[in-house]
């Protein structure tokens, strides 16, 4: 296969994504200017339809296999080839924006527009795909579509998850008629990249156009308890106390600075914290708090969580109060792949946009897919670092950088066919 | 008034005093061992009953005033002479124990019903009091009955505090019929004592059965809000955080700080904390939380308001996130009275009684007495320090030396009558 030379003249249309991420954004929208649009309801079953109708007026194949995941492709030259994907998801969160997951879709949808626009054929076929359920808000687990598709997860298993109200994933397929006949595994890709915002706030102050992503952060949660005794905020002494909530502050003080002395990528969160039994007058007696701690690789998250075992135990060591620490989550780092990411940053040089290597701190579909295909990511600022908001928002400008790079990146990753 | 020298021989009945604690324990009893027996309820008025049957049986002369306290009256030799006057409370926490107040009112009960026994008649009358509602679960304020009895509350707006149904502390007096006629207005007394169980864990760590209450701590209650920027754990960087529970976790810290720099008798506490969102993966937006302070002078409370109104304004002065505090209560500390804690002192020594000063983290209805009336209190040790629980607990012994003491202060202050 021949490898293309980059063309930075061929640019894509920005007017055309901009316009079809708004006309996508109506379906679910909400007064607040966000979108609610959950995975498997009849909202969902609008944008996926217009999404195929897109892909289908683009001249793509479309199929979508047991999960729901669909697949949109354009031949290449030679179909015997190992596509060349990109993709996100169009599900969002009860209180989503029109960015999230949205923008993949859509930059790779307007890729293939802008080809066809030149005619141009690549060597490789190109696919775009539409994953089911990313965010997990009815349905968990989160990045549901694209874990089966790495194997992450059982097809049998998942089809019987089920909302709140007992509706299961299966039922809800077949209702909206995206319960495909493609079988739900991964299968030969040359490379996969997947465009989004970067729901953080590093490219914005750094005043940096492309994120260059190179892998995700690997996750350890904990459940923490700690015991002390309630007693009478008035008549007991200092000395004579066993607060709870005075000892959880020293383990929040203390696992914050875990992650500094882990610096760049540590990352620690105490993000929920329950204090009993509550009461002004009434020294706590038991306080329960979460802690996330994420770094980009296993070394790290592994002296990060002796560190935070260490605390507890030393603070539970003097005996004033008990500490119960417990794991009940783990994703490993996730690395991308050098090859993909270095197109990825050839790409955005190329093209003469200011960039920078990062790594993302959320899950994203490309975390399962890298388990299976060589993947990478370009992130594109986002207003003030914030998603999962109905005031998420992100420049023209940022969306039409970022679809560019992708374009750059597929066609170096696919090659262009001789004309 | 000839002042009687102690006679150590007179001892109050363990087993009577014990078995009327037990008997009033009955009316409200809570599985679990403890009373439920909220103020102004039909509960409170056979526990009221109770008392005043008891009374008349011992020969006193009962009066009820505009705000429900009973006097129970013991004639002296000279009743031109101000009365000296026990007492508390019998009105419960709704998870209350047996002693919290009860222990007060049935030890005054105690030293009426031992004169009687051996006739010994005192130079001025002596009264037991039961102030209503000290707890102030149903109704608030607390301390309700001495209050307006001191002056701190008028009698007509005190009336009209309603209970979560609506009724009106008037109604429920007058359905329970404790609507008295005597004014609700101090008059003449010549000292007040109160026999307590301390509600803390001084006397049982210490191994000591009488504490001589030197006075009450002053108190200044704050909420503090502090208010940074919520976002996603994953993808912010800590150098790019406002994280609200992180900087509350510093202020929590130097809070206590800023008592242990104040020993011995000053304390803090943040007993209630609320974060916002409150999610395992979101950094939190805004944490409130409460701070109690507690002093035995002004001048220490006013050191401890500016070092906390120091630290916050340090911590706001970093930028990272805002910090907002607001006095919401104020009691000032609250000395009682040379002579009368003296006798108190004097009667534990002559007893033989192990003894220490202590001063009172909690406010009782001595507290408002104090304002108007020579004042003593005596703690009593109760196990773990534990109260306003059902598991609250006291041992006869501890209860018995207590009432001993109680008997031997106010004999020495009414003055025993030659015989």
Redesign the interface.
Known sequence: METATLNTELQINSQRLWDSLMSLAEIGATPKGGVCRLALTDLDKQGRDLFVQWAEQAGCTVRVDQIGNIFARRDGLDNSLPPVMTGSHIDTQPTGGKFDGNYGVLAGLEVIRRLNDDNIQTQAPLEVVVWTNEEGSRFVPVMMGSGVFAGAFGLEETLTQTDTEGKSVGDELARIGYAGETPSAHFPVKAYFEAHI?????LE?AETVIGVVTGA?G?R?YDVVVTGME????????E?RH?A??A???L??GI?QI??DH??H????????D?YP???????GTVKF?V?L?AASDDVLNAMDAAVQALCADLKGEGRVDVAIKQVVYFPPQPFHQEQVDAVRQASQALGLSHLDIV????HDAVYMARVTPTAMIFVPCKD????NEIEDAKQEHLQAGCNVLLQAMLQQAGVAAR
């Open positions: 970067e729901q953080g706030p590093v102050a952060l996750q949660w007693a009478h905020a008035g008549p007991t002494p200092m004579l607060d909530l005075l959880a502050s020293r929040i003080q914050n992650a500094l610096a760049p540590a990352r620690s969160t105490v993000g929920w914290i204090s509550n009461s002004r007058n009434v020294i706590p979460s996330d994420r993302s701190g959320a899950g670092g914030i998603s999962h």
